[in-house]
């Protein structure tokens, strides 16, 4: 897949950095909030090409728009959830509802539709979730009834309930996931279709900038060419496709989240006095509710690139790496913002300092596109049908790869990393040998730890060779991070590794020792050091203004 110029892109993200410097400082967004108003004229100003032209964002070349790849979709959602990820999941709804035309669409549909979202800017809902069917949507009873006419189909008329539909009342369209006699398929819905209605918006608990609505189906005709792909029976794996982007997306919108919060908590604890100095120079304060923020989040930022990179490569199948970023990402994002309440005490808990509104924004990263708990066992299950495959090889040889690289650069954790690939693959093989994962909770736990064996990798391998730009960190400081969640990886896949292969009741007493907790442990020298050097860069790389 084709990916921006870096200028265009820059372009893009300083237009946009402009545009909400000037229209949408921190009272008018406090006050869209507050009115529970879906702020349509912003909506429109992102969408106008003669301003930002955001929707154009994921339209093809061929069809007007600008063919931008994964990792512009990555920068640009980051930057949104920076602003306000209520408006932010507004823009994100027309690329997820676009998604299914993108991946599964007939050339004549991409061409017809697409060519006028890009002549129109015309706002998208995804419809997939039901009331009965949110985290299993083969749950789904919305139907698709075949209407024929001399033995032919020239529509369908569909009938059912969508629940929590981002743009829910206020797209021009809707791609609505529903039951055909083929099996779920998509179809192409327009706002004032007879039977279409929708419901009024939800109150919810943030994103209130967004508009979020059930939407009612009753007998709505669609000619058959509104059935996306034109064959029916694909919306499942259509929707599956769409999963290393729009993951990838939300991963994104965890990432802007928790570093705007943290950005706040690391300024305001330069100027905020107690105790006799300044908070950043307060280790009980930067280490506990600053670092393993940053760290986190800058571990997960890794991942994000390094996937964004896969997918705009042309590698398909990233279900996986969606997963884990998006898992990393937005628990990482609620952690920051979370703890940036906690830095700054009673002001963090008024509604001025913004942090409180993140932190009830960033909450939905971890529910919509897939909940937590789904990315764990996703994770789980994916990994463990590779280590059955290879024959527990494949997180030995990652751990082999990672330790050449300690050799290359032994400054970036990759020692570490390894130590955690290996630890878990004793645990998976483990899980094998012990029937452990016939427990839910121990399947889901090894999701977790994986995930963050994973991104302790990639983060050293990237903080060596390709450290990113992007967060506005030195290089030293990101090998410092990289460090900092490798020691943590590998502590934790051996310690709750332990725990719950223990507690599931597996037979090797030398699991301890097979885990490598005493290399874990060990790996700990260093650790407040660099936490030390990572507390101090924070406070050079985000001044107090
Ligand atoms: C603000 C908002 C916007 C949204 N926007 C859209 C949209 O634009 N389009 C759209 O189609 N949907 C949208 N959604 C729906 C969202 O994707 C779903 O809410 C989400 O997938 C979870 O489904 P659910 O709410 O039915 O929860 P459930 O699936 O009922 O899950 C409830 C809890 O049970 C856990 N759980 C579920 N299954 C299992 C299992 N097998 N084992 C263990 N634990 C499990 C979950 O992790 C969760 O903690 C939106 C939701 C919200 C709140």
New binding site residues.
């Given amino acids: 897949m084709a990916r921006l110029d870096a200028d265009v892109l820059d372009q893009i993200l300083t237009t946009l950095r402009e545009y909400a410097e000037k229209n949408l400082p921190a009272q008018r967004l406090l006050e869209i909030e507050g009115g529970h108003e879906f702020p349509e004229k912003v909506m429109k100003d992102l969408y106008d090409p003669a301003q930002i032209g955001l929707h154009l964002l994921t339209v093809p070349e061929e069809h007007g728009g600008l063919g931008g790849g994964a990792y512009d979709i990555y920068r640009v959602s980051e930057a949104m959830a920076s602003i306000d990820l209520g408006i932010a999941?507004g823009v994100l709804?027309t690329f997820?509802g676009t998604d299914p035309i993108n991946v599964g669409g007939t050339p004549e549909q991409k061409a017809d539709w697409l060519g006028e979202l890009a002549e129109k800017g015309q706002l998208y809902?995804?419809?997939?979730?039901e009331p009965q069917a949110?985290?299993?949507l083969s749950a789904l009873t919305t139907a698709a009834m075949p209407v024929q006419e001399d033995g032919k189909v020239v529509g369908y008329r569909i009938s059912g309930r969508?629940?929590?539909?981002?743009n829910g009342g206020v797209a021009d369209r809707y791609t609505i996931l529903a039951n055909a006699p083929g099996g779920p398929s998509w179809f192409l819905v327009d706002k004032g279709t007879e039977g279409f209605t929708t419901g009024k918006p939800e109150d919810?608990h943030g994103?209130r900038a967004?508009n979020?609505a059930a939407l009612f189906l009753e007998n709505v005709y669609v000619p058959a060419d509104r059935l996306i792909g034109g064959v029916e029976g694909k919306g499942l794996t259509q929707a599956q496709a769409v999963f290393g982007y729009t993951r990838l997306m939300v991963a994104a919108f965890g990432l802007g989240a928790g570093w705007e919060a943290l950005r706040r908590a690391v300024r305001y604890s330069q100027e905020r006095v107690q105790g006799g100095g300044p908070l950043s120079q307060k280790q009980g304060y930067t280490h506990k509710l600053i670092v393993p923020n940053a760290v986190r989040l800058e571990a997960a930022r890794a991942y994000i690139e390094w996937v964004a990179e896969r997918l705009d490569g042309g590698e398909e199948d990233l279900a996986t790496e969606g997963a884990v970023a998006k898992y990393l990402a937005t628990e990482a994002g609620n952690k920051a913002a979370e703890d940036a309440i906690q830095a700054l005490g009673g002001y963090g808990y008024t509604r001025e300092y913004m942090v409180e509104k993140i932190k009830r924004d960033v909450r939905?990263t971890t529910?919509?596109?897939?909940?937590?708990?789904?990315m764990e066992?996703t994770i789980a299950r994916n990994r463990w049908q590779l280590h059955l495959k290879s024959r527990g090889q494949y997180y030995l040889d990652w751990a082999a790869r990672a330790d050449e690289r300690e050799k290359e650069s032994p400054s970036v954790g990759s020692g570490l990393a390894a130590m955690a690939l290996r630890s878990t693959a004793g645990l998976l093989e483990r899980a094998r040998l012990d029937r452990l994962t016939r427990n839910?909770h121990v399947l889901f736990r090894l999701g977790e730890l994986i995930a963050y064996a994973e991104t302790a990798a990639v983060f050293a391998e990237r903080a060596s060779t390709s450290p990113t730009k992007t967060s506005g960190l030195e290089r030293g400081t990101l090998e410092a991070m990289a460090r900092v969640h490798a020691r943590d990886a590998a502590l934790k896949v051996a310690t709750e590794g332990l725990r719950w292969a223990i507690g599931a009741g597996q037979s090797d007493p030398g699991l301890a020792q097979a885990l490598g907790l005493d290399g874990a442990v060990a790996g700990q020298a260093g650790l407040v050091c660099d936490m030390d050097r990572i507390a101090a860069d924070l406070v050079r790389a985000f001044p107090a203004k």
């Fill in positions: 999941t709804a997820l809902a995804y419809g997939a979730t949110g985290s299993d969508k629940q929590w539909i981002s919810k994103i967004s979020t939905i529910i919509y596109e897939g909940t937590s708990e789904i066992w839910q």
